[in-house]
């Protein structure tokens, strides 16, 4: 039998946070984030460390990187850090980035975990052993069975140095969740789970794309540990949306011009028989020469003013329109997945991402620029994070909504199919009611608003939309009335005055 769920490692309340990005002080010096992401009401926040960063040379560890961002911490934060086996001299694929692979003496890697973990002296919560393992193209070069193996070891590090750390198994990704049960990505995490089972406490599940299908993503992750007997609770390490994969017609475009250049260039869009290697030197290398990848992006933007207007608004210099639009999209999945997501039981959501991972200008002609460089939520000015695109106030105006949430619940509407309907659980504060209507992201504007009736409780309610705009609602007959769209609206009851007759 495996490992029975302990609560000792069952997060307490909801916190909301964020993810800095995929590194932290490896292209760049360690810059101050966290008064940025605490600003934004951020409860828990998420961090890569390599152990290239750490570990350059064999028993030379350095910690500028590490101290800079625990000298950040006020203690009331979460910190969540992923740990990727990433190194120039111990493990099988030598890098310092990416991909991570096993390593060459796990005794060397369990000592690397233990001064991790004792450097933090108790000041993380989670530790992760590296990220979405199952793609085995970029994320992790190396087998199932290799993965388990390291898995073991870093969860007998994590232990002896802080038993109270959780280790978190890690992500399940669009890989897995996009697939079919049977695939390769899920079979590399049935066998990882029956391996693995008693090496975890938290199982990590990447919610890219539309909110609709958080739920059911959710609990096929469940059922796939309840199928090994290890059932843990679920923590969304990542979710964003939009996201190209969303939408067929952008997909279609993208592979037919990526097809095209890597087909002259002699190779395939994809191939899996050798990850690519990503270190930081041959990243910048890369970024000076005329590559399939480069070359294919450069022909997308050639032919932007032609292509789908869902592919358009992800590339830079795209019409304002599509660009106020994906903004748009991007705010009311950010409610909606987290709503979702919690109404499934998970209480930890970490958004795609804080921003970028140093200044300057970004680099459109990478293809991870354009699946994923847009959701950003702040920037850079004059080398700060002082820049708030849209979803950074939306996730404020979400964390400030979800003070002191205990529970969500999805009421469903047997009037209204395609509304959804959460109710907010708040300790301290009046509850919550929060509205949307099921509809093509893209063009919602383009729909108008259905009206909805819902028992009330109170005289009286106030409301605000997703892009703290007020909204209009009335209470008639103990019934909240109010036109609803795609975009989420929060309603609070509101008890009128009593007035009083002059004397």
Request: aromatic content about 10%; charged content about 20%; hydrophobic content about 45%.
């Amino acid at each position: 039998m495996g490992r029975a769920m302990s609560d000792a490692y069952e997060p307490q309340g909801i916190r909301l946070g964020v993810v800095r990005g995929i590194s932290y002080g490896l292209f760049g010096p360690p810059g101050t984030f966290v008064p940025q992401a605490r600003s934004l009401g951020a409860g828990i926040l998420r961090a890569y460390v390599y152990w290239s960063q750490v570990e350059p040379e064999p028993g030379h560890y350095r910690w500028d990187m590490v101290d800079a961002l625990l000298g950040q911490l006020d203690g009331d934060e979460e910190v969540w850090i992923t740990l990727c086996s990433s190194s120039p001299w111990a493990t099988r694929t030598p890098t310092d980035f990416l991909p991570p692979s096993p390593a060459l003496d796990l005794d060397a890697y369990a000592e690397f975990v233990r001064r991790v973990v004792r450097r933090c002296a108790g000041r993380v919560r989670y530790w992760q052993c590296d990220n979405e393992p199952s793609n085995t193209d970029l994320l992790w070069a190396g087998t199932a069975d290799e993965y388990v193996a390291q898995l073991k070891v870093m969860y007998a590090a994590v232990k002896e140095a802080d038993p109270a750390a959780a280790v978190v198994l890690g992500g399940c990704g669009y890989d897995v969740l996009g697939g079919e049960p049977g695939s390769e990505p899920w079979r590399f995490f049935e066998q990882v789970l029956r391996g693995g089972r008693d090496a975890f406490d938290l199982f990590d599940v990447h919610l890219y794309g539309d909110a609709a299908a958080v739920p059911a993503h959710i609990e096929a992750v469940r059922e796939l540990m309840r199928a090994h007997d290890c059932l843990r609770p679920v923590v969304a390490g990542e979710f964003a949306a939009p996201v190209p994969f969303e939408f067929p017609e952008a997909q279609a475009v993208m592979y037919e011009v990526f097809a095209k250049a890597f087909a002259e260039a002699g190779g395939q869009v994809q191939s899996t028989s050798q990850p690519a290697v990503q270190s930081t030197k041959e990243l910048a290398a890369r970024a000076r020469q005329d590559t399939p990848e480069r070359q294919a992006m450069a022909a997308l933007y050639a032919r932007m003013p032609q292509l789908p207007p869902r592919l358009q608004m992800f590339m830079e210099g795209c019409p304002p329109e599509l660009e106020a639009r994906r903004h748009r999209i991007n705010c009311r999945q950010l409610v909606a997945c987290t709503l979702q997501a919690l109404a499934s039981g998970v209480r930890r959501t970490l958004y795609w991402n804080l921003a970028p991972e140093v200044p300057g200008l970004a680099d459109p002609l990478q293809i991870m620029h354009l699946m994923f460089g847009k959701l950003a939520m702040l920037g850079y000015r004059d080398g700060e994070l002082t820049v708030r695109h849209p979803a950074a106030d939306t996730f404020a105006l979400l964390a400030a909504q979800l003070a002191g949430a205990r529970r969500v619940t999805r009421v469903p509407s047997a009037d209204a199919p395609d509304l959804y309907a959460f109710e907010v659980e708040r300790a301290g504060h009046e509850p919550l009611l929060v509205l949307w209507d099921h509809r093509d992201m893209v063009d919602d504007q383009d729909q108008p608003p259905v009206a909805v009736s819902w028992p009330w409780p109170a005289s009286a309610a106030t409301a605000v939309d997703a892009f703290g705009e007020p909204h209009a609602v009335e209470v008639r007959d103990r019934r909240l009335r109010l036109a609803v769209s795609g975009t989420p609206v929060f309603v609070t009851p509101m008890n009128r005055p009593q007035s009083h007759n002059a004397s």
